[in-house]
């Protein structure tokens, strides 16, 4: 047995946290346990995890180890938790890989695709310039975009507000035409009386789907939300195990679901969560802005997941104002995109190779990323 016997973690920059496990016969694996403007508090959890239980282990018992993280606590569940699971799943699955000289994606079954579709990012947070930005996009080869519906928005706000959100997806559309899916990212922000008057309105430009229609504490909502549409519903991003998901899975709302790899238990759990879509015909869309080794785990389990049918990416996002996907890596070509696609890594573990020394070196940067709190007119709080 070559048992785990040393990690570290690693803050770098735009807001991700990496964590290096390694084993007594010198394979290192790598995960990205990171809640975005929560790094340092998931970073606690990790090192809780890995001190109390992991140290020492034999790394090959994945399934057990996982059982034992989750259910070793009385009080289970939530972001920081299931975020600081996923991480150590993904190094121990990419450890499991390479000591066996595959690709994670064998080791589930094999690879039922050999590429993704993958979506890019346009228009910022307050969306903007989506027009000029989607056709850029397209002449870059992507074939699939996304960008947020509206900016900050009341609990029931005016004809303008909701005729702003259908212009400028009327304007993408406009630029880039009919051959181009266009995903619409309600983020959250929209209570349920502006969700159902928004998907009304959205309807003729024909999105590719509206995400996160209404906060996931809202998803009893869905059903009447699907009601006034047949834009497919897509969610998940902050649904963080199978549990979470079952109530959407049963109500049919549903048509995509988004877990994302480094806050929903990892490779482990979400192979787990596709499955359970599938049996519902259910797609899996899965959410990724996040670094190379949350994106190279993402692939892993789309290769082998037949209802996986685009992938999120990170690569010029909003976010990565500092640094970007593709610096952390020895060879930046395994994300190379093609007519909209990208290869499923076929190299053992994650199939990528992380470049430690550009870690060690933004490790000692400082950063503190928190998302910003936005305030109504009248002063209140309101989502982002």
């Keep these: 047995m070559s048992e785990i016997v040393d990690y570290e973690l690693f803050e770098v920059p735009p807001r991700w946290l990496f964590l290096r496990v390694e084993t007594a016969d010198g394979t290192v694996g790598w995960g990205e346990p990171v809640v975005e403007g929560r790094a340092r508090t998931v970073r606690t959890a990790v090192e809780e995890l890995l001190e109390n239980y992991l140290l020492g282990k034999d790394p090959r018992r994945i399934e057990d180890h996982w ?31 390479k000591q066996l000289g595959v690709p994670v994606h064998d080791l589930l079954g094999g690879a039922t695709r050999d590429r993704i579709r993958v979506y890019q990012w346009i228009g910022g947070d307050r969306p903007s310039d989506v027009a000029e930005q989607a056709r850029a996009q397209v002449e870059a080869g992507f074939t699939a975009l996304k960008m947020n519906a509206t900016e900050e928005i009341e609990r029931v706000d005016d004809p303008a507000t909701i005729e702003a959100a259908v212009t400028r997806l009327r304007e993408v559309r406009e630029a880039v035409g009919d051959e181009v899916d266009i995903g619409v990212d309600f983020h959250g922000r929209v209570s349920k009386p502006m969700a159902k008057r ?9 999105p590719m789907f509206v995400e996160e229609p209404v906060l996931p504490e809202h998803n009893d909502a869905l059903p009447e939300i699907a009601s006034h549409t047949t834009i497919p519903i897509a969610t998940g991003e902050r649904m963080f ?8 899975f049963e109500n049919g709302a549903v048509d995509v679901i988004q877990p994302d790899l480094s806050h929903a238990g990892g490779i482990t759990e979400v192979k787990k969560i596709a499955a359970m879509a599938e049996a519902y015909d259910v797609a899996m869309a899965p959410h990724c802005p996040l670094g190379p080794i949350a994106l ?29 996907v593709l610096e952390y890596l020895a060879d ?26 550009h870690v060690r070196e933004q490790a000692e940067s400082d950063r503190d990323w928190h998302n910003p709190v936005w305030r109504h007119d009248d002063g209140s709080v309101a989502e982002w």
């Design 67 to 97: 059982q034992a993280m989750y259910r070793g606590g009385f009080y289970r569940g939530g972001p920081v938790l299931m975020s600081a699971i996923a991480g150590v799943d993904q190094a121990l699955w990419d450890i499991k890989g």
């Design 332 to 357: 930046p070509s395994v994300f190379d995109y093609d007519d909209g696609y990208v290869q499923i890594p076929d190299e053992p573990g994650l199939g990528i190779e992380i470049d430690e020394e």
């Design 241 to 248: 195990s199978r549990w979470d998901f079952k109530q959407v």
């Design 198 to 206: 928004l998907v009304e309105k959205l309807e003729p430009h024909e």
């Design 296 to 324: 190279a785990s993402c692939l892993q389990v789309d290769a082998c997941s037949h209802n996986a049918f685009i992938q999120e990416q990170s690569l010029n996002i909003h976010y990565n104002e500092t640094s970007d």
